[in-house]
Nanobody, 123 residues
Framework: VQLQASGGGLVQAGGSLRLSCAAS????????MGWYRQAPGNKRELVAV???????NYSDSVKGRFTISRDNAENTVALQMNSLKPEDTGVYYC??????????????????WGQGTLVTVSS
């Protein structure tokens, strides 16, 4: 299975970016999908998560500015980021808790990570 993230780039403070992440492979089902970020010198932190039932959760630092959404038919998750601040700078990683379909049936749930996409917000 592969999670491919895209959409990062350089933007001025106050601007917007939209990140996308597509899961591909022999997927049976996807539970949670989410976005994390890691700024230089910092630990990776949760940005937003969305369940299979579209329940969402955001870190306090992005509430009201970021919106997470998913397309279950396409196995994708997106993060719309508005009113960006310099402190939003970092590498953004998508992840997904999913089950694969094998020849003997579906596997148990496991967490997979994408490769990360860099977001730089200039002041």
């Amino acid at each position: 299975v592969q999670l491919q993230a895209s959409g990062g780039g350089l933007v001025q403070a106050g601007g917007s970016l939209r990140l996308s992440c597509a899961a591909s492979g022999n997927i049976f089902s996807i539970d949670h999908m989410g976005w994390y970020r890691q700024a230089p010198g910092n630990k990776r932190e949760l940005v937003a998560v969305i369940t299979s039932g579209d329940t969402t959760n955001y870190s306090d630092s992005v509430k009201g500015r970021f919106t997470i959404s998913r397309d279950n038919a396409e196995n994708t998750v997106a993060l719309q980021m508005n009113s960006l601040k310099p402190e939003d700078t970092g590498v953004y990683y998508c992840n997904a808790v999913l089950r694969l379909m094998m020849s003997w049936g579906p596997t148990s749930s496991r967490l997979y990570w994408g490769q990360g996409t860099l977001v730089t917000v200039s002041s």
